[in-house]
């Protein structure tokens, strides 16, 4: 069973060689910075708010703030499932589908990820 947010983030931090773990926990403040920097996340003010809420251990926070700054306008689309961001990596990935299908015609002819899928998705974050 994938691990939901609050077991990664509670749980061992990745060692060399692994490819698992919250970015928002495991990366220190300099690190996650030149990381959102050069992936172009948002403005200056949005990613020292995604730091700010990293410092201050409020981790999920920080990866909702960043779903938001990086899908411009999702908190206005109805069908845009965002009640498990930041709470399992597979509604991150569920939700970040839907909102390119959404928003990109083409796109949802590459994503082939069904709304059965994403529902099965969103179900094992139970």
Known sequence: TPYNCMKIIMGNPPQS?????CPFRHYDGEHL???????KIGTAADRGEILDLQKSRNYQLACVKHFEVSHPQV???QDIPLEGVGNHPNAWFAASVQYHKSTNP??????????KERDEIVEMQD
């Open 17 to 21: 060689g692994d490819h698992h773990g």
């Open 33 to 39: 910075s030149a990381l959102l920097t050069k992936m």
């Open 75 to 77: 908190t206005r689309m």
């Open 106 to 115: 083409m796109a949802s002819q590459k994503l082939s990820i069904s709304n």
